[in-house]
Structure formats: structure tokens, C-alpha cells
């Protein structure tokens, strides 16, 4: 059973918004620092929003700074990415990660991460 199933990719325009959920079974997202990742075709993956376990600390890259926003719901064991004013720039596949972290940190290092979905497709047309 894959832990985390990620959702709400899909077909947008440029400047253009989606919503993307990390759903959990099996593991508490709200017991895990958690990161959204994104991979395009011939380039690594590169983390794009990150949030801790508690206390709501969360680090966003330049490329995305002011446009995403990552955030929990724990009551449905679940993490949101909203993406505003998309970019074709951010075409991808987008994966969720999650990582048991007593030391409530940001986490950017995919290494570091222990669980992962199987990612959803953004493409964002010009």
C-alpha cells in the first residue's frame, strides 16, 4: 500500500491556479515534516515547498516564493499544495514526501525524505 497518493495535477493556463492534496494512510501526516518535490523531463528533482512538523515553519524556494503555499489538514491526514499563477516553467511531475522528524525542522533534502507518493502531473500551457 503506498502511503501517500498524491492529487489535483492537471491541464492549466499560464497564470492560472490548481490545488494539489498529499493523502496519508497508514502514517500521520500531522507526525511528519513534509515537502512537496517536483521533477520535469531531463532535470533533477527540485524541492518547491516545505513544512514542519508543528509550529506552521514553512520555506519556499525562490521560483515559487509568493505563489505557492503549502499547508496541513490534519483532521483528514492531509497536505495541500495551492499553486497560484502558474507558470509553463512549472510543468512537472509533482511528488509529496514525508519524513518522521522528531527535531521539527524544515527538511529540503529528498534523501532525507522516508515516504513517498507516486506524483501528479501540473502542465501549465503557454
Known amino acids: 500500500q503506498v502511503p501517500l497518493v498524491e492529487s489535483g495535477g492537471g491541464l492549466v493556463q499560464a497564470g492560472g491556479s490548481l490545488r494539489l492534496s498529499c493523502a496519508a494512510s497508514?502514517?500521520?501526516?500531522?507526525?511528519?515534516?513534509v515537502g512537496w518535490f517536483r521533477q520535469a523531463p531531463g532535470k533533477e528533482r527540485e524541492g518547491v515547498s516545505f513544512i514542519s512538523v508543528s509550529d506552521g515553519k514553512t520555506y519556499y524556494p525562490d521560483s515559487v516564493k509568493g505563489r505557492f503555499t503549502i499547508s496541513r489538514d490534519n483532521a483528514n491526514n492531509t497536505v495541500y499544495l495551492q499553486m497560484n499563477d502558474l507558470k509553463p516553467e512549472d510543468t512537472a511531475l509533482y511528488y509529496c514526501?514525508?519524513?518522521?522528524?522528531?527535531?521539527?525542522?524544515?527538511?529540503?533534502?529528498?534523501?532525507?525524505?522516508?515516504?513517498w507518493g507516486q506524483g501528479t502531473q501540473v502542465t501549465v500551457s503557454a
Open positions: 514526501a514525508a519524513k518522521d522528524d522528531p527535531f521539527n525542522t524544515i527538511v529540503v533534502i529528498p534523501r532525507s525524505y522516508d515516504y
Open positions: 497508514g502514517l500521520m501526516l500531522a507526525d511528519h515534516a
